[in-house]
């Protein structure tokens, strides 16, 4: 029997505009926004429907939002196609905690309030720091690494064959660039980012997002929910996988052949974007990948569910 993966969007999703028309069309979903306002104290939604774009960026900012319009995709999905049954979830690094959140294990507000902290912390270990990350595109795995060694930066996203980002120091990152290119890399291409995401660079955060989700309940998920750092399902050890992703690896596409093994046909993304639906066509073709960003997206995914 064909098996179904929701998927929630990680950070870099984020578009000002994202959930407006969700929220005008949807009464439900205008709740959700306005429950996500009381939760965080101020006009949080406008920042998405608004921006401006400078604001929706900040890490302490596109954290949440992401998580908050990735769960209302959800929410609707569930309101209007009430017969789909899932299976498992995953999220991309921030997406993680999207993913939890659907699965039960921690309750709407507190997820919101832990990734707009997760953001924060993240972004002062940003301001602490000179990082940067750059996308390898066309080098395996295997002489990325050997890029990373020489250069003295880490591996921080394995998406899908042939694309790959690294994260570390910004001199050491512009050198891996040039090492990847001489070791056959199609492109090496600096990204637009606040800091070194999923590098030691991040170190002085993991303490606080303990402390933060210490706070919080977390209870067993309903279905198994892939972690980022094992590509395997949570055990018991939820906050400290979370504390370790921070700093860990995004083995996102071992994570995915984990459940293509497991049987899993069809893949629903949801929130922002259609990056992980990408992911998913160079990982595995044969596979259906539906989504749910906005209205019409919905539409088309509720009448292929249907």
């Avoid at 959930?19 to 006009?43: I, M, Q, V």
């Avoid at 899932?86 to 905690?97: H, K, M, P, R």
């Avoid at 991040?202 to 303990?210: E, F, G, H, I, T």
């Avoid at 046909?265 to 073709?285: M, V």
Wanted: net charge neutral; glycine share 8%; proline share 4%.
């Amino acid at each position: 029997m064909s098996k179904t993966a929701l998927l929630f969007a990680g950070q870099g999703a984020q578009v000002v505009g994202m959930g407006k028309d969700l929220a005008e069309k949807f009464p439900s979903a205008k709740a959700w926004f306005d429950r996500a306002n009381a939760a965080l104290g101020c006009e949080f939604a406008k920042i998405c429907f608004e921006g401006p774009e400078a604001d929706l960026t900040k890490t302490e900012n596109a954290q949440p939002a992401i998580f908050l319009v990735s769960w209302v995709c959800f929410q609707l999905l569930e309101d209007h196609a009430p017969q789909l049954k899932f299976d498992a979830t995953a999220g991309l690094s921030l997406g993680e905690f999207t993913a939890l959140t659907a699965a039960g294990a921690m309750n709407f507000e507190d997820g919101l309030k832990v990734v707009r902290q997760r953001g924060k912390f993240m972004q002062e270990a940003c301001d602490a720091t000179r990082g940067g990350m750059a996308a390898i595109i066309g080098l395996d795995e295997a002489r990325t690494r050997e890029v990373c060694a020489e250069a003295g930066v880490g591996l921080a996203n394995l998406n899908c064959p042939g694309q790959l980002v690294i994260s570390g120091a910004a001199e050491k990152i512009a050198k891996a660039c040039e090492l990847a290119k001489a070791k056959g890399a199609k492109r090496a291409l600096p990204l637009s980012v606040a800091g070194a995401y999923h590098s030691p660079l991040m170190a002085s955060a993991q303490p606080k997002l303990r402390d933060t989700l210490a706070e919080i309940k977390i209870s067993a998920p309903a279905v198994p929910v892939i972690s980022n750092v094992t590509a395997q399902a949570h055990g018991a050890d939820v906050a400290a996988k979370l504390v370790e992703q921070v700093c860990a690896s995004v083995r996102w596409e071992e994570a995915m052949r984990a459940l293509l093994a497991r049987g899993f046909t069809r893949f629903i993304e949801l929130g922002p974007g259609t990056a992980l639906s990408g992911f998913l066509k160079r990982i595995d073709k044969s596979a259906q990948m539906l989504n749910v960003a906005d209205a019409a997206s919905l539409a088309a995914t509720v009448k292929a569910l249907a």
